[in-house]
């Protein structure tokens, strides 16, 4: 079972989802969780399976103090590269939540400041921390529902499977349809 940080009481995890794909937005959740908050499902949403994300879910939304989701589009991921979308994104699901944090714990080595509040970048954090492995799930649980509407409008992409990410078969649609509103256009989408 993943324990919980806790500098204090308000602390937020957050992590983002869609980094590495060729369509869709990065999106990022942030998540203050009770100082006593237990599941033992919860996990790195990349360790449980879709099903098991849809199902904890409702849990960590209906348990949490506090939470916030946002997306960054592909034009600003353009505009301003994947990296500080990513930034963007954690800070704008920070901006959500109805109490400031005290504290926030990051996935990952890098994170910009966020209105002078201390933070901790934590390598793997997903798999250790219970707030940024709830903010894994709801971030992924999020972008996957996206991807899953944006496929009726291009089914030829198959997102509802892929979920952007560059998979042989998405590449080769790119090749054969080329690009849409949804693609990323910084991104290397096409091998030869």
């Not at 990513?86 to 920070?94: E, T």
């Not at 690009?179 to 990323?184: F, L, V």
């Amino acid at each position: 079972m993943l324990k919980p940080y806790y500098t204090t009481s308000l602390e937020a995890g957050t992590d983002e989802a869609g980094r590495g794909c060729l369509a869709g937005p990065v999106t990022a959740a942030a998540v203050i969780l009770p100082p006593n908050y237990s599941n033992d499902t919860l996990n790195d949403s990349k360790l449980l399976t879709p099903k098991k994300r849809d199902l904890i879910k409702p849990t960590i939304e209906a348990n949490a103090i506090s939470y916030g989701i946002a997306h960054i589009f592909p034009g600003e991921i353009d505009d301003v590269n994947i990296l500080n979308a990513s930034f963007l994104a954690m800070h704008k699901a920070l901006d959500q939540l109805k109490l400031p944090p005290e504290f926030i714990i990051i996935d990952g080595n890098r994170f910009k400041p966020y209105k002078d509040i201390p933070f901790a970048c934590i390598v793997k954090g997903d798999a250790k921390f219970q707030s940024i492995a709830a903010a894994s799930v709801l971030a992924k649980t999020a972008r996957d529902q996206y991807m899953e509407e944006i496929h009726l409008e291009f089914p030829m992409y198959n997102w509802n499977k892929n979920k952007g990410y560059p998979t042989a078969e998405h590449r080769e649609a790119i090749k054969k349809y080329g690009i849409t509103k949804y693609h990323r256009k910084s991104f290397r989408l096409i091998t030869d």
